[in-house]
């Protein structure tokens, strides 16, 4: 039955499920950390995503003779544009034109690599799911989508005449959508390539090259911005040790899970399960808050969990084996 996920599938999902729980902390950073600039919060996580994928390399060595610099040319394009350009326009976009908008253009990710990664595997040659059977669920994602972010969505539209730099967000939202959505799939066409590679030793790859990077970074900030005093800001201990639990455990080892599962499942049923980020963003922001969600925002979660399952099923479905007829009327013998 489609109703019962294959193993594979199963664990796959499993770990992109904690992978999203995960990330969805490290949406309360700026609240945890208020007298910090968005800007010091991410470039101080990317050092110690460098850090800790420093210490990945060393673990798993035994996987640097299976790379090549090709190898290393795709991890470099992957976390320059997954890792720093992406988040910054993300930032952007949310400093320009609100919350509201920004997530949901970041929310239309899921259906678009759904719908992109389906249509590359259908030239591939591999498994796929004609559009017909896509439309239903990717829908109600999308209605989803928009009731989770109905009431703010009705702010930014209120505003956006005398919002000088509405434009300017809509052009950030876009960028950094577009970005992620590539992430994902060229990044799980690499990890389907390479299944005898960790995915933990990929994620490695990935984040060591943020190191060099973040550290520059983090300095020209502190020299020329003028937005902290101290190197470390005004609470230096809550500061490092919230970038530590975020770039060890909320980004590096998220990133590590959303790996691993992208090795064992389609990327088409990945695209969807982004949407447990926005979900479990959702969650924590309510915990943080004690406040029960509007009722807008549960029924568009409802919706988006059961648009998921539902394409889940769906490509569950294509592992299933075929009975042909004279099975099965042997089998009813």
């Not at 994620?203 to 020299?223: D, E, K, R």
Request: aromatic share 14%.
């Amino acid at each position: 039955s489609a109703l019962i996920l294959d193993k594979n599938m199963l664990i796959g999902i499993s770990f992109g499920l904690a992978a999203c729980v995960l990330w969805g902390f490290t949406y309360l950073l700026p609240l945890l950390l208020p007298d910090y600039p968005t800007t010091y919060i991410s470039v101080a996580r990317g050092i110690v995503m460098g850090v800790t994928a420093l210490a990945g390399l060393a673990l798993q060595r035994q996987y640097l003779k299976q790379v090549n610099l090709k190898d290393w040319n795709t991890a470099f394009w992957l976390t320059l544009i997954g890792n720093l350009i992406q988040p910054w326009c993300l930032f952007s976009a949310v400093q320009y034109a609100g919350v509201a908008l920004a997530a949901t253009f970041f929310g239309l990710i899921p259906v678009l690599v759904a719908l992109i990664a389906n249509e590359r595997d259908k030239r591939k040659g591999k498994k796929y799911l004609p559009l017909s059977k896509l439309i239903l669920p990717l829908s109600v994602i999308f209605i989803g989508l928009i009731l989770a972010n109905f009431e703010g969505l009705i702010n930014v539209l209120e505003d956006y005449k005398s919002n000088p730099n509405f434009l300017i967000g809509v052009i950030y939202s876009v960028l950094s959508t577009a970005m992620w959505t590539w992430y994902p799939i060229r990044n799980a066409d690499w990890l389907l390539d390479h299944p005898k590679i960790s995915p933990v030793f990929f994620t490695s790859m990935q984040c060591s090259l943020l190191l060099p990077f973040g550290i520059v970074l983090y300095v020209a900030l502190w020299l020329f911005s003028g937005d902290l005093k101290e190197l470390f800001g005004p609470s230096p201990f809550a500061f490092i040790g919230w970038s530590l639990f975020a770039g060890v455990v909320c980004s590096f080892g998220a990133t590590a899970l959303w790996n691993a599962m992208s090795q064992k499942v389609p990327t088409a049923v990945a695209g969807p399960m982004l949407v447990f980020e926005t979900i479990f963003s959702v969650t924590w922001g309510c915990v943080y808050a004690r406040a029960f969600p509007t009722a807008t925002l549960f029924i568009g979660m409802v919706l988006l969990v059961s648009g998921v399952v539902y394409t889940l099923m769906l490509f569950n479905s294509l592992n299933e084996p075929v009975v042909s007829e004279a099975e099965s009327s042997a089998g009813g013998m």
